[in-house]
């Protein structure tokens, strides 16, 4: 096992070949001191009888056939964790970097897991309250469930996981324990500063993890990252039962580190050049999420990516997709309104909500009146475009409440201070008033016994009711203050 | 002993062996690791890996089989849960705990469990292949009938007495023609990859009913016919796979959740524990087979499980039974298919797929069918495949190979499914060949008016569709009052009648009466409407009316098992227009 190589055949972009190995398994480990004393480190990708493809996580620069020696270390790449990860900031590989010293190892886990048992699973039901209402009311969010946001360059992603983040805790986890593991890949240094200084001010940053891959970080290191982080979400939600909200940033970042590890070793590429496996790859993390059987812990998965070009079937988001238990999809239009956040109520869905809502969870009518603020501001989108071919004067009555409708859900409805937590009646309460516009005709989502409970015919009548009733809500809050 | 040459992710190499079948079954590294022989050459046999290769290491042995992958058939297989090579997840995370590791092995079938065996032979009678020879009550649902293997024929020399026997115990022995004994126990071996024999194949004439709306009455599927769910991320393929295996009226559900969430699976384990077949009064698990092959479990296993989920239910099959099987995704096996070809490096086909593909395709759903069994009963296997095409594009290959082999296509469609019009079907694109097939029996279980109003429903659908071609561009009020009328009704169909919610506890589930009575009233409604417009009355009293709002609710309003309620509505609309006029 402590066997060293001396010397390379081959190098080709982050991939190193080792001749003569024996007795290498595959995915192991490796180390590669260079004769200046640097260490590096790789992993095994694929071994053909005594040679060994091993890819190098820091990069290949300033390797050369004959100034390395490489060790393979006897076992997949772990991370040795305890409780003192907690506070503590580390680099996309899992070591320290904020000076503190190493960390006490209580355990070391193979970063890759292993498949979870569906049997072991248990199914997630109760609900995060974020105090965010297109979330809450929307596209609730459900302790143990992975949900992305899917954003695009310039949009402000960023604030709403720490919003989501800040006001998750304060509501929902008090008197259970909570934490976040944060991994940071391919951003800027800024933005990892813009959260670590969020955090510090929520008063949450000894309960957070940092795994930091920057922008100016090995980019093949990436592949690391998310593994690391997850790995420790497990271990601190299933071994010390808390509650861990995972939020990995950019998952496009990773995506590219991975399409350029599959050119490099010359796999056919799929479509837009990533590999044919980035469905089981992004797999393999996102199912990470969950909540097991004989644990009080739980990982909810928060993953931020930036579409290209906003573009929802770029294979990023759309893989995404297809494993997660639905997405936040943030809208440029919105944004370009002044709306935050900006969230787009139509592609958006969280599809563990179904579970979570409702009559002994949030409230009766959430289930009914989230489908006809689905279907109603569809309807303003229709209306929309006609008022674009026919102008606005020209429309029918009807389609003229669903504009005004239309305008004050932006308004009022989807647009939040970031600042402001509602709680879910008021998000809900919120709705109703809202659809007060509209006739009660046109509410074919709801059934009639909570239409006659919540719809409020003299609202209905008055245009301005919402402003009044925002304004009551806020002055209430303040009030409370 | 053979030897490990070269690992590549699921795909191992072993160099100059002659000694391997292609589809063998082997054993890999000291763990013993399952694999399949996928191609044969003189410099190298190579093998896919059906369970994480991490740690495995060249030099390690390999071991044949001699045997293609086999699933273990008999008693113990209904109400369980499988992954992708028959093992038994409870069991599974019994023994070894939350995560399933490489080289775990366990027992398919329960060896100890005692079942209770009713002889139908006795001795002296003579076995064709297939005959039944017992029965055991496997659930309170389902008989499981013991059959002799396809290839014995013979005359029984040895029964055990009516009891309690165990799987593995010898309970009958059959005497062939040549003289040979045969001892059999109550576990047939099968591969998965070889289709099960029956006597030939029978016309579809039955529908198979899953009260859901859209299906039942505008793109029915029969029993043995084939069904292609496409739809992009979130437009509600899988619920619509669960509606089918909760309500349908297969007597067998056979579910592969195939490289897909593992919480669903969970979810469906859960939920059909609890929820009770109207029926039968009986848990929906009491007839249900799971197979989960998550997506982040081995990427090589995907394809078993779409096998072994079509052989276990040729199996129940055989013994006289409709089976239906949902296979949710197979986009996912296509995809494990592109993946090893790719590991190969064969030459890819269209999009990196292997030129294989519709092969494999056109072979899976040819193994649906009605069927006259070996023992001469009937019985029938349905599939319904789940597609999630890339980029919610059905041009790409695996959505147009597979429409090719399948004669139902139900397209989810992403804008209604914005909307939250569930099931998100889209009506103009998709179809279903089996309506002339079926005609019949809807005629002579439903009532011929069924299908008359079916055929009005897609006339009223189809015109709405050519007015709001208008509507987009000069909005709807300049529109004379018939077409207000057809835009009008189109909505209490859309709303009222296809659109259906899973979550509702009357409106999950309808019978084909309730659908039949639905139809009729939403056209009684359109007839008297257009006599009220007939006679120059202005549209706005129509609406004010409220009818249509009343009649899009009735699927909340009138439970399923209040059906006279329907009276009551027809003199509401009666009452109405008589004020009108
Ligand atoms: N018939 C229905 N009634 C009510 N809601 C539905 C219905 N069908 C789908 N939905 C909603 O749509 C969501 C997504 O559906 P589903 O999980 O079936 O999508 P999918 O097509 O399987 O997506 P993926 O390809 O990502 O697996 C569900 O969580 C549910 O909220
Ligand atoms: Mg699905």
Redesign the pocket.
Known sequence: MDLQYIGLRRINGPLVFVENVKDIGFEEVVEIKLNNGDTRHGRVVEIQEELAAVLVFEGTQGLSLNNTTVKFLGHPMQIGLSEEVLGRMFNGLGKPIDGLGSIYVEKYLDINGLPLNPVSRKYPRNYISTGISSIDGLTTLIRGQKLPIFSGAGLPHNELAVQIVRQAQIAEFQGEKFGVVFAAMGVKNDVADYFKRSFEEAGVLEKVVMFLNLSNDPIIERLITPRAALTTAEYLAYVHDMHILVVLTDMTSYCEALREFSSSKGEIPGRKGFPGYLYSDLASLYERAGIVQNSNGSVTQIPILTMPNDDITHPIPDLT??ITEGQIVLSRDLHQKGVYPPIGVLPS?S?L??DGIGEGYTRADHQDLMNQLYASYARVMDARSLASVIGEDELGPIDKKYIQFGNLFEKYYLSQSMTRSRTIIETLDLGWDLLSVLPKSELDRVNQELLDKYYDQDKASKDFSIDDRIQIIDIGKEANK | MYKIYSINGPVIKIKGSTDFKIMEMVFVGTNKLMGEVISVSKDFTVIQVYESTTGLKPGEPVENSGEPISLSLGPGLIGNIFDGIQRPLTDIANASGNYISPGTTASPLDLEKEWEVRFTVEKGETLQPGDVFATINETDLVIHKLMAPYNLRGQVTEVKPNGKYRIKDIIISVKDDKGDVHKLDMVQKWPIKTPRPFIGRKPMSIPLISGQRVIDTLFPIAKGGTAAVP??????????QH?FAKWCDADIIVYIGCG??GNEMTQTLEEFKELIDPKSNKPLIDRTILIANTSNMPVAAREASIYTGITLAEYYRDMGYHVAVMA??TSRWAEALREISGRLEEMPAEEGFPAYLPSRLSQFYERAGFVETLNHLEGSVSIIG?I?PQGADFSEPVTQNTKRFVRCFWA?DKEL?YTRH???INWNQSYSEYINDLSKWYNKNVGVSFLHHRQLFIYLLSEENKLMEIVKLIGKDVLPDDQKLILEISRVIRVGYLQ????HKDDTYVPLNKQLKMMEIIMYLYRVSQEVIRQGKAFSLLLNTNLFEKVIKIKYDIPNDKLEMFDDYYKMIDDAMNKIL
């Open positions: 997709g297809y869905l599809r909500m179904k | 739809g992009g991320f979130g437009t509600g393929k899988t619920m619509m509606q897909e969430r949710d995704s789940a999630s989810l499914a569930y099931s998100a259906q919610n899973a979550f």
